[in-house]
Protein backbone atom coordinates (compact mmCIF):
# COMPACT_ATOMS: atom_id res chain seq x y z
CA UNK A 1 0.00 0.00 0.00
CA UNK A 2 1.56 3.37 -1.06
CA UNK A 3 1.80 6.02 1.74
CA UNK A 4 -1.12 8.71 1.79
CA UNK A 5 2.10 11.33 1.22
CA UNK A 6 2.51 9.57 -2.45
CA UNK A 7 -1.00 10.81 -3.49
CA UNK A 8 -0.35 14.68 -2.22
CA UNK A 9 2.69 14.17 -3.97
CA UNK A 10 1.92 13.07 -7.41
CA UNK A 11 0.39 16.05 -9.51
CA UNK A 12 -1.38 13.27 -11.47
CA UNK A 13 -3.28 12.16 -8.49
CA UNK A 14 -3.81 15.21 -7.21
CA UNK A 15 -7.02 17.01 -6.31
CA UNK A 16 -6.33 19.87 -8.95
CA UNK A 17 -6.46 18.08 -11.64
CA UNK A 18 -10.14 16.98 -11.36
CA UNK A 19 -10.87 19.27 -14.36
CA UNK A 20 -8.28 17.17 -16.62
CA UNK A 21 -9.98 13.96 -14.92
CA UNK A 22 -13.69 15.53 -16.04
CA UNK A 23 -12.12 16.57 -19.95
CA UNK A 24 -10.56 14.17 -20.42
CA UNK A 25 -13.66 11.55 -20.10
CA UNK A 26 -15.73 13.63 -21.54
CA UNK A 27 -13.22 13.89 -25.10
CA UNK A 28 -13.11 10.38 -24.59
CA UNK A 29 -16.78 8.81 -23.46
CA UNK A 30 -18.74 11.35 -25.93
CA UNK A 31 -17.13 9.68 -29.07
CA UNK A 32 -17.28 6.59 -27.77
CA UNK A 33 -21.16 6.93 -26.73
CA UNK A 34 -22.17 8.71 -30.43
CA UNK A 35 -20.40 5.86 -32.09
CA UNK A 36 -22.40 3.01 -29.94
CA UNK A 37 -25.49 5.30 -30.39
CA UNK A 38 -25.04 4.89 -34.41
CA UNK A 39 -24.14 1.42 -34.38
CA UNK A 40 -26.60 0.43 -32.08
CA UNK A 41 -29.45 2.38 -34.58
CA UNK A 42 -28.26 0.52 -37.79
CA UNK A 43 -29.51 3.32 -40.12
CA UNK A 44 -32.11 3.93 -38.22
CA UNK A 45 -33.02 7.82 -37.14
CA UNK A 46 -35.19 7.04 -34.32
CA UNK A 47 -33.35 3.94 -33.02
CA UNK A 48 -30.72 6.13 -33.25
CA UNK A 49 -31.85 9.31 -31.55
CA UNK A 50 -33.43 7.05 -28.91
CA UNK A 51 -29.54 5.75 -27.77
CA UNK A 52 -28.01 9.39 -28.69
CA UNK A 53 -30.42 11.30 -26.63
CA UNK A 54 -29.66 9.36 -23.17
CA UNK A 55 -25.99 8.95 -23.92
CA UNK A 56 -24.77 12.20 -25.45
CA UNK A 57 -26.90 13.56 -22.56
CA UNK A 58 -25.78 11.36 -19.76
CA UNK A 59 -22.62 12.18 -20.45
CA UNK A 60 -22.21 15.44 -21.60
CA UNK A 61 -24.58 17.24 -19.38
CA UNK A 62 -24.02 14.53 -16.34
CA UNK A 63 -20.09 15.46 -16.22
CA UNK A 64 -20.67 18.63 -16.72
CA UNK A 65 -22.86 18.97 -14.24
CA UNK A 66 -20.98 16.95 -11.68
CA UNK A 67 -17.86 19.34 -12.73
CA UNK A 68 -19.78 22.64 -11.88
CA UNK A 69 -21.45 21.65 -8.54
CA UNK A 70 -18.64 19.80 -6.84
CA UNK A 71 -15.41 21.13 -8.80
CA UNK A 72 -16.52 24.59 -9.75
CA UNK A 73 -13.14 26.26 -8.63
CA UNK A 74 -11.20 24.49 -10.07
CA UNK A 75 -13.13 23.76 -13.42
CA UNK A 76 -13.01 28.03 -13.27
CA UNK A 77 -9.13 28.26 -12.97
CA UNK A 78 -8.35 25.33 -15.56
CA UNK A 79 -10.85 27.82 -18.21
CA UNK A 80 -8.55 31.28 -17.11
CA UNK A 81 -11.29 32.23 -15.55
CA UNK A 82 -12.93 33.48 -12.25
CA UNK A 83 -14.77 31.49 -9.94
CA UNK A 84 -18.42 31.95 -9.41
CA UNK A 85 -19.82 29.56 -7.12
CA UNK A 86 -23.35 30.80 -7.39
CA UNK A 87 -23.29 30.42 -11.10
CA UNK A 88 -21.70 27.79 -11.72
CA UNK A 89 -23.56 25.85 -9.29
CA UNK A 90 -26.75 26.83 -10.87
CA UNK A 91 -25.40 26.06 -14.45
CA UNK A 92 -24.60 22.69 -13.31
CA UNK A 93 -27.49 22.33 -11.40
CA UNK A 94 -29.14 22.79 -14.48
CA UNK A 95 -26.69 20.02 -16.36
CA UNK A 96 -27.66 17.51 -14.02
CA UNK A 97 -31.39 18.14 -14.37
CA UNK A 98 -30.81 17.29 -18.23
CA UNK A 99 -28.95 14.20 -17.52
CA UNK A 100 -31.53 12.77 -14.90
CA UNK A 101 -34.29 13.66 -17.53
CA UNK A 102 -32.56 12.21 -20.15
CA UNK A 103 -32.66 8.88 -17.79
CA UNK A 104 -35.86 8.93 -17.19
CA UNK A 105 -36.86 9.47 -20.97
CA UNK A 106 -34.75 6.49 -21.51
CA UNK A 107 -35.63 4.32 -18.82
CA UNK A 108 -39.92 5.20 -19.03
CA UNK A 109 -39.55 5.30 -22.79
CA UNK A 110 -41.61 8.42 -23.06
CA UNK A 111 -40.73 8.47 -26.58
CA UNK A 112 -39.60 10.22 -29.94
CA UNK A 113 -40.47 13.87 -29.42
CA UNK A 114 -39.56 13.61 -25.56
CA UNK A 115 -36.04 12.56 -26.97
CA UNK A 116 -35.86 15.31 -29.84
CA UNK A 117 -36.74 18.00 -27.69
CA UNK A 118 -34.81 17.04 -24.82
CA UNK A 119 -31.67 16.60 -27.58
CA UNK A 120 -32.64 19.76 -28.75
CA UNK A 121 -32.75 22.10 -25.47
CA UNK A 122 -29.04 20.16 -24.21
CA UNK A 123 -27.68 20.87 -27.65
CA UNK A 124 -29.25 24.85 -27.48
CA UNK A 125 -27.50 25.52 -24.05
CA UNK A 126 -24.20 23.94 -25.42
CA UNK A 127 -24.04 25.98 -28.38
CA UNK A 128 -24.88 29.59 -26.27
CA UNK A 129 -22.33 28.10 -24.19
CA UNK A 130 -20.16 27.77 -27.04
CA UNK A 131 -20.95 31.68 -28.26
CA UNK A 132 -19.78 33.04 -24.65
CA UNK A 133 -16.62 30.99 -25.22
CA UNK A 134 -16.25 32.56 -28.44
CA UNK A 135 -16.84 35.84 -26.93
CA UNK A 136 -14.44 35.34 -24.38
CA UNK A 137 -11.69 34.71 -27.03
CA UNK A 138 -12.29 37.65 -29.04
CA UNK A 139 -13.49 40.20 -26.55
CA UNK A 140 -11.43 39.06 -23.37
CA UNK A 141 -8.71 37.13 -25.19
CA UNK A 142 -9.18 34.49 -23.41
CA UNK A 143 -6.79 32.07 -25.54
CA UNK A 144 -7.20 28.89 -22.81
CA UNK A 145 -6.92 25.93 -25.03
CA UNK A 146 -10.10 24.77 -23.50
CA UNK A 147 -11.75 28.10 -24.15
CA UNK A 148 -10.63 27.79 -27.29
CA UNK A 149 -11.52 24.55 -28.46
CA UNK A 150 -14.88 24.56 -26.85
CA UNK A 151 -16.75 25.98 -29.94
CA UNK A 152 -15.49 23.68 -32.26
CA UNK A 153 -16.26 20.35 -30.12
CA UNK A 154 -19.75 22.50 -30.15
CA UNK A 155 -19.63 22.11 -33.84
CA UNK A 156 -18.89 18.62 -34.36
CA UNK A 157 -21.08 17.83 -31.87
CA UNK A 158 -24.14 19.64 -33.27
CA UNK A 159 -23.26 17.87 -36.64
CA UNK A 160 -22.92 13.87 -35.05
CA UNK A 161 -26.85 15.07 -34.01
CA UNK A 162 -28.41 16.84 -36.60
CA UNK A 163 -29.09 13.80 -38.91
CA UNK A 164 -31.20 11.43 -36.40
CA UNK A 165 -32.45 14.86 -35.31
CA UNK A 166 -33.93 16.33 -38.16
CA UNK A 167 -34.66 12.62 -39.40
CA UNK A 168 -36.44 11.78 -36.56
CA UNK A 169 -38.99 14.71 -36.86
CA UNK A 170 -40.32 13.57 -39.98
Same mark, same amino acid.
Given at each position: ????? +??????????????????????? /?????? +?? /????????????????????? @???????????? @? +?????????????DS?????????????????? &?? @???? =??? &????? &?????? &? @?????????????? /?????????????LW????????? =????????
Amino acid at each position: MKPLY +FYRANPYLSFMNIAKFFEISRLT /ALPAGI +FT /AYLVGKGNPETTLHYLSFLVI @FILSGLTGVEGV @F +FGKTSADSMGRQPDSGYQKQSGGANLAFAVTAV &LV @FVFN =WGR &LAEVT &LLTVTL &L @FFAFSATFHAREIV /AQRNLNVKNMLRPLWTLLLLAACA =WPLVKSLY
